[in-house]
């Protein structure tokens, strides 16, 4: 069974820093997937950055990046230019590529990162 | 595109009561997935829907829990004989077929089992 660990249950940022979040995970497989989701107080959690295994390059989105090591088993979440918005719970996620049948591709979760803000 | 919409989105009962749950996917989605999410947890896998054939169960779906989805279309997760340790949220999330795909959550049920 694959795991995810998320070791840094609370970070802060100053506004319009830069703050890493990080995650590893255990897996025997070597095609999967990675996200990252964000889930404000009291709102629905969204996707925040993907990244396939296969692919050497990391992902990519707007503020958001990743540090994809396949060796190391690590999948860190930087953000940049913070904002007030950007406060949130930060769930790390993994899910197998490929299942068999009509299989489900469940996620996995670490038990997320809260991110504050401070003005 | 309305997104994955789940009602209600609070529900206080008392132990013992019987609890259901809606959850409408979005429309082109004939996959859809329930996760439980406990205090300071991540959300963890409860059931499966491809279309209307539940095809995956997690063990954490004891028989107290049930879940349908007629017509591949809404879904619904009931809970019978509700106990205090089934208090956590209840996300709904729908996706497309494929290897690629993305699941989109809703915004959640929250139940407080007195």
């Known amino acids: 069974a694959q795991t995810v660990t998320q070791s840094q249950p609370e970070m802060s940022v100053q506004e319009a820093e830069t703050v890493t979040l990080s995650c590893t995970y255990d897996?025997?497989?070597?095609?999967?997937?990675l996200f990252w989701y964000k889930q404000p107080p009291s709102r629905q959690m969204i996707l925040v950055i993907r990244?396939?295994?296969?692919?050497?390059q990391n992902a990519t989105e707007n503020r958001f990046s990743v540090n994809f090591q396949k060796a190391a088993k690590s999948f860190s979440l930087k953000i940049s230019d913070s904002q007030l918005g950007d406060a949130a719970m930060y769930f790390c996620?993994?899910?197998?590529?490929?299942?068999?049948?009509?299989?489900?591709?469940?996620?996995?979760f670490g038990k997320g990162t809260k991110l504050s803000v401070i003005p | 595109d309305t997104g994955v919409s789940q009602d209600p989105r609070h529900k206080i009962t008392k132990r013992g009561q019987n609890v259901t749950f809606r959850c409408d996917p979005i429309s082109e989605h004939n996959r859809l997935y329930w996760y439980r999410q406990t205090l300071g947890q991540g959300p963890e896998f409860l059931t499966y829907?491809?279309?209307?054939?539940?095809?995956?169960k997690s063990r954490l779906l004891s028989d107290r829990f049930s879940a349908e989805r007629p017509k591949g279309s809404f879904s619904t997760l009931e809970i019978q004989r509700t106990e205090q340790g089934d208090s956590a949220m209840y996300l709904c999330?729908?996706?497309?077929?494929?290897?690629?795909?993305?699941?989109?959550f809703g915004p959640g049920t929250r139940l407080l089992v007195l």
């Open positions: 996620a993994y899910r197998s590529a490929i299942v068999p049948g009509a299989g489900s591709y469940q996620l996995t």
């Open positions: 990244q396939e295994a296969y692919k050497q």
């Open positions: 999330a729908s996706s497309t077929s494929g290897r690629g795909e993305t699941q989109y």
């Open positions: 829907f491809q279309n209307e054939a539940q095809l995956e």
């Open positions: 897996t025997s497989e070597s095609d999967y997937y």
